[in-house]
């Protein structure tokens, strides 16, 4: 079972930061999509953003300007900048990886805003 592993999650203030990283074996090829979900408690997993295979960025629209999402091709790597985090950020959050012949997921990692 190929799996991705995140890390850079835990405790933060509302307006701090922190800068969760995923990583994808080298058996992993002909990634098209790196991106980025949340799930917060009693919710259902929400997209927050991705990186597509030309560098195009997406977000949703109550991360803009705070979350940055990035990547290293060569080390199947997805990073995401998260700044002035908010309660509202409260969440496991899931690293997604897609290729033209399936998905590949995180175990997910806690990311909790509170003061």
């Known amino acids: 079972q190929v799996q991705l592993v995140e890390s850079g999650g835990g405790l933060v203030q509302p307006g701090g930061s922190l800068r969760l990283s995923c990583s994808g074996p080298?058996?992993?090829?002909?990634?098209?999509?790196m991106a980025w979900y949340r799930q917060a408690p009693d919710k259902d997993r929400e997209y927050v953003a991705k990186?597509?295979?030309?560098?195009?960025?997406d977000y949703i629209d109550s991360v803009k300007g705070r979350f940055t999402i990035s990547r290293d091709i060569a080390k199947n790597t997805a990073h995401l900048q998260m700044n002035n985090l908010k309660f509202e950020d409260t969440a496991v959050y899931y690293c997604?990886?897609?290729?033209?012949?399936?998905?590949?997921w995180g175990q997910g990692i806690q990311v909790t805003v509170s003061s």
């Open positions: 990186i597509a295979g030309g560098g195009t960025t």
């Open positions: 997604l990886m897609r290729t033209p012949w399936r998905d590949y």
């Open positions: 080298g058996s992993i090829v002909g990634i098209t999509v």
